[in-house]
């Protein structure tokens, strides 16, 4: 067996924020799947991350799970520091934790607004900033950052405000980074779901120009695809997973 072929990941050390549940779990499993070891981030879903952890070593790779609140950037820092020199490097980043508040704006308190901001940009900002150092290490370092199929389209949703402003301030992020980390080999792209099996709230299958709901599997797929060894002239790139929905 050709472990280049067969496992590309064969070696790297990826850390999954969110991994415990829904996307998150499937992102991890299947970087771990093609040959990654494994960082299991979670916040408060604790058996569920160590059950994801104990699939991942039954496929023959090391993971280890990790508790840390992701708004709080000193402690983020140190679990990132303290979790790389457990396993040696960190190469990937995937940036999925997120939280997400339907209210309208007119109804949203100045602590939710802040919230749904610190939810999805800053906790993605933290991450990023305490695992750089690594990424530039590994010569080949990856950050995906899970982002919004809409992120870049400047339209109102009154009902999702501070998560849509965000996820766009998250796509800003992606570009600018992979400019910024582009002399150190440092690739950082995008992966943008449109409406899964499992979302909360779903439109029509009329708006879907493919006709059906996408899957998590298919989101950890593209995630994979932007992970592999030969896609470092990829950065800067959103690729949208969303059956053409919104586009």
């Known amino acids: 067996m050709n472990l280049q072929i067969e496992c590309p990941l064969q070696g790297r050390v990826a850390l999954v924020t969110g991994a415990a549940q829904r996307t998150g779990r499937s992102i991890a499993l299947a970087l771990a799947a093609a040959g ?25 790779r090391r993971a280890e799970t990790m508790s840390v609140d992701l708004n709080d950037a000193e402690a983020t820092s140190e679990a990132f520091q303290a979790m790389t020199l457990r396993l040696g ?16 704006l007119s109804e949203t308190t100045i602590p939710e607004w802040h919230q749904g901001i610190d939810e999805t940009l800053h906790i993605t900002y933290h991450a990023c900033q305490a695992a750089l150092p690594f990424l530039r290490q590994s010569g080949q370092g990856r950050i995906i950052n899970l982002i919004d199929v809409d992120a870049d389209a400047l339209s109102a949703v ?64 593209a995630v994979v695809f932007l992970a592999h060894p030969e896609s470092g002239y990829i950065t800067g790139s959103n690729l949208k997973v969303s059956g053409g929905y919104l586009i």
């Open 36 to 60: 990654a070891d494994l960082v299991v981030h979670y916040h408060r879903s604790q058996e569920a991350a160590l059950e994801v952890a104990e699939e991942i070593t039954l496929m023959g």
């Open 89 to 104: 490097r960190l190469d990937i980043l995937v940036n999925n934790a997120s939280g997400i508040l339907w209210k309208s």
């Open 158 to 221: 009154p009902k999702l405000t501070p998560y849509k402003i965000g996820k766009t301030g998250v796509l800003m992020l992606t570009r600018t980074l992979a400019v910024t980390e582009a002399p150190y080999g440092v690739t950082v792209n995008g992966v943008s779901p449109g409406t899964l099996d499992n979302s909360e709230r779903k439109p029509s299958l009329a708006m879907i120009p493919a006709g059906r709901y996408g899957t998590s599997e298919e989101v950890a797929r």
